[in-house]
T-cell receptor
Framework: DSGVTQTPKHLITATGQRVTLRCSPR?????VYWYQQSLDQGLQFLIQ???????AKGNILERFSAQQFPDLHSELNLSSLELGDSALYFCASSAHMDQPQHFGDGTRLSIL | GQQLNQSPQSMFIQEGEDVSMNCTSS?????WLWYKQDPGEGPVLLIALYKAGELTSNGRLTAQFGITRKDSFLNISASIPSDVGIYFCAGRASTSGTASKLTFGTGTRLQVTL
C-alpha cells in the first residue's frame, strides 16, 4: 500500500460528460502529480501541484483541469469527454519535488 | 508526449534466471527511478538513483545510473514467479518547473516460467 488513495476505482460514462477524479496523497506529502496511462501512450505526465499551487504542466488538454485543496487532496476534472479519453488516470505524491513519487492504484475511466 | 526507449519490450525467462533491462534517453536526467506495475495496480517504486555512476541494490534488484546520465540499467537476479509484471524506468531532468516531471519508459513486460 503506497498510502496514496484514489477514488473512484472505476468510472464509466458517456461522451460529452464531465467527471471528477479524486486523490488523497500520502500523509505529509506536499506534491501531487497526475498521469494518464493508455495502451498506446504509456504513462504521460499531466500536471503537478505543490502545496496548493500549480508547478508544472505536461500535455494536458484544455478540457482537463486540476486543483489541490488546503488539505492537500487533489481533484482532476475531465470535461466534454471523448472516446479517446478512456485510460487509467494515476495520481502520485512526494514529500517535496526532489523526492521519489509514490503512485495510487489509479482510476480506470471508460467512455462509452 | 516524450517517452524513454526501454528494452527489451518483453521477455520470457525461466525461474532462477537473471534478467537485465535498460532505458535510454536523448536528453540528460539527474534522477532515474525504476517502478514495477502489476495488473490493476499503480506503479510501485523499486529503486531511486541520484548520481551518475551510482549503483544501488534492493534485494535481488540492482540498478545503475549511467555515466552519461542518458541511460539506466536494472538487473534482477534469480528471478521468481512474483517478478512477473511490467517494469518502467522514469527520468527527471531537474526539480524545478516542468523539468521536475517524470518521463517514463515504454515498459518491459517480464514473464517467468517455472
Amino acid at each position: 500500500d503506497s498510502g496514496v488513495t484514489q477514488t473512484p476505482k472505476h468510472l464509466i460514462t458517456a461522451t460529452g460528460q464531465r467527471v471528477t477524479l479524486r486523490c488523497s496523497p500520502r500523509s505529509g506529502d506536499l506534491s501531487v502529480y497526475w498521469y494518464q496511462q493508455s495502451l498506446d501512450q504509456g504513462l504521460q505526465f499531466l500536471i503537478q501541484y505543490y502545496n496548493g499551487e500549480e508547478r508544472a504542466k505536461g500535455n494536458i488538454l484544455e478540457r482537463f483541469s486540476a486543483q489541490q485543496f488546503p488539505d492537500l487532496h487533489s481533484e482532476l476534472n475531465l470535461s466534454s469527454l471523448e472516446l479517446g479519453d478512456s485510460a487509467l488516470y494515476f495520481c502520485a505524491s512526494s514529500a517535496h519535488m526532489d523526492q521519489p513519487q509514490h503512485f495510487g492504484d489509479g482510476t480506470r475511466l471508460s467512455i462509452l | 508526449g516524450q517517452q524513454l526507449n526501454q528494452s527489451p519490450q518483453s521477455m520470457f525467462i525461466q525461474e532462477g534466471e537473471d534478467v537485465s533491462m535498460n532505458c535510454t534517453s536523448s536528453s540528460i536526467f539527474n534522477t532515474w527511478l525504476w517502478y514495477k506495475q502489476d495488473p490493476g495496480e499503480g506503479p510501485v517504486l523499486l529503486i531511486a538513483l541520484y548520481k551518475a555512476g551510482e549503483l544501488t541494490s534492493n534485494g535481488r534488484l540492482t540498478a545503475q545510473f549511467g555515466i552519461t546520465r542518458k541511460d539506466s540499467f536494472l538487473n534482477i537476479s534469480a528471478s521468481i514467479p512474483s517478478d512477473v509484471g511490467i517494469y518502467f524506468c522514469a527520468g527527471r531532468a531537474s526539480t524545478s518547473g516542468t523539468a521536475s516531471k517524470l518521463t517514463f519508459g515504454t515498459g518491459t513486460r517480464l514473464q517467468v516460467t517455472l
